[in-house]
């Protein structure tokens, strides 16, 4: 009955569109995350500096200016109730930094919300483990399946045909 509940208080695929890769990492914006949790951002922000230590560089790393405009540039950014836009640049939270949120924000929906993070970010991580694999495989057959057209085509190209030598007198007419 938990799982009917939190299925429904947000679509994971809501979550999932919410995952940017930033330094090689799946993150999610401290924004989203607010969002997600029902609280401003600048409110979250406060809780996790409370909390430094909870946060080491690999949960949770502020962007760089040229990482957020690399990120603005790639995703279009329309919030019409922001006149001035982003005014510093986000945090990103891993997915070890999502989880550590629950213990800072303290609250029932922050628990609920997390449990779906989470499981959202391990079926991102099995997607892609399941396409490096089927990136692989194809790879395989792309190698086979080239070298049975260099076989078919062997087959296709006519016999060069046989030199025969004539049975028989040959009369080749002498100049006079």
């Known amino acids: 009955m938990a ?10 695929e809501r979550i999932a569109s919410q995952i940017y890769l930033v330094r090689e990492q799946n993150v999610m914006l401290d924004a989203d995350l607010a969002g997600l949790y029902g609280v401003e951002t600048r409110a979250l922000v406060q809780a996790v500096k409370r909390n430094a230590d909870r946060f080491p560089e690999d ?10 405009e690399s ?31 629950s213990s800072v924000l303290r609250s029932k929906r922050a628990v609920e ?4 993070i989470v499981r959202t970010f391990v079926k991102l991580r099995r997607l892609l483990a399941t396409n490096a694999e089927l990136a692989l495989k194809v790879a395989q057959h792309d190698q086979e399946i080239g070298i049975l057209f260099e076989h078919v085509q062997a087959l296709l190209e006519p016999p060069a045909p046989k030199k025969s030598h004539p049975i028989g007198f040959i009369h080749s007419p002498k100049e006079e």
């Open 113 to 116: 919300i997390n449990i779906i």
């Open 59 to 68: 949960f949770m790393f502020q962007l760089s200016k040229d990482e957020l």
């Open 71 to 101: 990120w603005r540039s790639q995703i279009v950014m329309s919030n019409p109730g922001a006149k001035m836009g982003l005014r510093r640049q986000p945090y990103a939270f891993t997915e070890h930094g999502v989880a550590m949120l």
């Open 3 to 12: 799982r009917a509940q939190n299925k429904s208080i947000i679509p994971i």
